[in-house]
């Protein structure tokens, strides 16, 4: 089945410095693929997505581009704020009923000012 | 704004105690999900349900039951408690219709910790 792996943590950060979270895929097919992030005491939420290979999602700052040739969908900002950190997973789809995807391990960010 | 409800947030049970985690949502979603979260290992899949009266087993469902006796709740029974359960639980929603739009979009409750003693 469909799997992901997730750059190992954590990742501390200062204020406004560049941030990349890799995230590499084993699929059939081009699934759609999507990052969530997960602010401490709260559930996940969708991040951003991207639903076709050379597809850029991009939301908050954050940006992440399917790469089909290199099975990559790496999540990047450019000048990362301390109310960026979180826990930031990568996703697909586990199978081939909608909704049940299947998550990497999750990168824990910190940002200090 | 109440979305996906979960309770309780926190509990502790004995090995061998029972209990059910409790789910709601208000978007009307008939696709359900119980997850199970453990540190350094993301989320595993527990259940799912597609509509009310419809479950079926995910990636780690051995000691675990559900229902889905409405569209609104989905709860969660954990049967005989045993360590290995110690963990976070989040229920979750999704739109019914596969959209290019929500692809993917699971909405989440705040999630349930549960340790086991």
């Known amino acids: 089945g469909n799997s992901v792996t997730q750059m190992e943590g954590p990742v501390t950060l200062s204020e406004e410095a560049f941030l990349t979270i890799n995230c590499t895929y084993t699929a059939t097919g081009y699934p759609s693929l999507f990052w969530y992030v997960q602010y401490p005491g709260e559930g996940l939420q969708l991040l951003l997505k991207a639903t076709k290979a050379d597809d850029k999602g991009s939301n908050k700052g954050f940006e992440a581009t399917y790469r089909k040739e290199t099975t990559s969908f790496h999540l990047e900002k450019g000048s990362v704020q301390v109310s960026d950190s979180a826990v930031y997973f990568c996703a697909l789809p586990g199978g081939t009923s909608y909704g049940k995807l299947t998550f990497g391990q999750g990168t824990i960010l910190t940002v200090h000012p | 704004n109440a979305g996906v409800t979960q309770t309780p947030k926190f509990r502790i049970l004995k090995i061998g105690q029972s209990m059910t985690l409790q789910c709601t949502q208000d978007?009307?979603?008939?696709?359900m999900y119980w997850y199970r979260q453990d540190p350094g290992m993301g989320l595993k899949l527990i259940y799912y349900s597609v509509g009310a009266g419809i479950t079926d087993k995910g990636e780690v469902p051995n000691g675990y039951n559900v229902s889905r006796s409405t569209t609104e709740d989905f709860p969660l029974r954990l049967e005989l408690a045993a360590p290995s359960q110690t963990s976070v639980y989040f229920c979750?929603?999704?739109?019914?219709?596969?959209?290019?739009?929500?692809?993917?979009?699971?909405?989440f409750g705040e999630g349930s910790r549960l340790t086991v003693l």
């Open positions: 979750a929603s999704s739109y019914s219709k596969y959209t290019t739009e929500n692809a993917g979009e699971l909405f």
């Open positions: 978007m009307n979603h008939n696709y």
